[in-house]
């Protein structure tokens, strides 16, 4: 009922910037809070960055002053700045999304929906 689906990965040099973005589609009613996660090799996932629909944004203190989201509500969609990028932000990134969904009888049920995941990677 729901994908959400990224685009915008690949491999950079240390130093370079890539953009992430992740749209939605499905019969949405409302997208509350979206946000990105990583997971590098024998890691857990962690969360990289956050905002709300009215665009309160959260950040991983290890990205803070060099990544910013943002989102465009019109387009169902978030999107994920990376700028000075280091060998140790490289893992696959995630988008994700809490939202209202139309079910099968129009009504409005909540659900967490996760992306396929993208890599990125940062190397020399």
């Known amino acids: 009922q729901v994908q959400l689906v990224e685009s915008g990965g690949g491999l950079v040099q240390p130093g370079g910037s890539l953009r992430l973005s992740c749209a939605a589609s499905g019969s949405i009613f409302m997208i509350y809070a979206m946000g990105w996660y990583r997971q590098s090799p024998g890691k857990q996932r962690e969360l990289v960055a956050t905002i709300t629909s009215s665009g309160a944004e959260n950040y991983a203190d290890s990205v803070q002053g060099r990544f910013t989201i943002s989102r465009d509500n019109a387009k169902n969609s978030v999107y994920l700045q990376m700028n000075s990028l280091k060998p140790e932000d490289t893992a696959v990134y995630y988008c994700?999304?809490?939202?209202?969904?139309?079910?099968?009888?129009?009504?409005?049920?909540?659900?967490?929906?996760w992306g396929q995941g993208t890599q990125v990677t940062v190397s020399s």
């Open positions: 994700n999304a809490d939202l209202g969904y139309y079910g099968d009888y129009d009504e409005v049920q909540l659900g967490d929906y």
